[in-house]
Each structure stands twice: as C-alpha cells, then as structure tokens.
C-alpha cells in the first residue's frame, strides 16, 4: 500500500440504537464520541441504525412473501396465455 494516503485503521466500538447492542471491531470509521468498553480501555463510538442484532433477516422477524399466491392471482387475472 501507498504509505501516507491511507485512513488511520484501529479499533472502534459500532453501537446499535435499536437493539442497544454494541460490538468491537477494526475499522477507519471514527466517531466523535468515545466508550469504555469492557476491558476498561476507551474507544471511539460510532452509532449506527441498524446492524445484525437488529435487522429484520437476520433476528427471523422478517416477513416472508406468499409468491404462489402472487402467481395464482396473476394467472386469474390474465390468463395463462400459450400453455396447452
């Protein structure tokens, strides 16, 4: 890599606001604000929306879309048009 042109890359704590989950990680994302974290060092925070502990897919709260009921109504509604 180019020395010099790169973002400093070192431990950051990624904070989930709707599951009140956090987690530590590598990253050169920088927050303003910092957490002590459970190894009593300091941390910059960075927040964020949504993240696995949170997200709809992957907590299985996701809702699943009934696709052959889709296909049967379209099928009514124009015809299966050249099938024999």
């Known amino acids: 890599m180019k020395p010099g042109i790169h ?3 070192g431990p950051v704590v990624f904070r989930d606001k709707a599951a009140g989950s956090a987690f530590l990680t590598r990253s050169t994302a920088t927050g303003e604000k910092t957490v002590t974290w459970e ?7 960075v927040d964020v929306e949504i993240s696995s502990a949170s997200h709809p897919f992957f ?16 099928e ?3 015809g ?4 024999n």
């Open 7 to 9: 973002p400093p890359y």
């Open 39 to 45: 190894d009593g060092n300091t941390y910059p925070v």
């Open 59 to 74: 907590t299985g709260t996701a809702r699943v879309l009934d696709t052959a009921g889709r296909v049967e109504r379209f």
């Open 76 to 78: 009514r509604r124009y």
């Open 80 to 83: 299966r048009h050249g099938a």
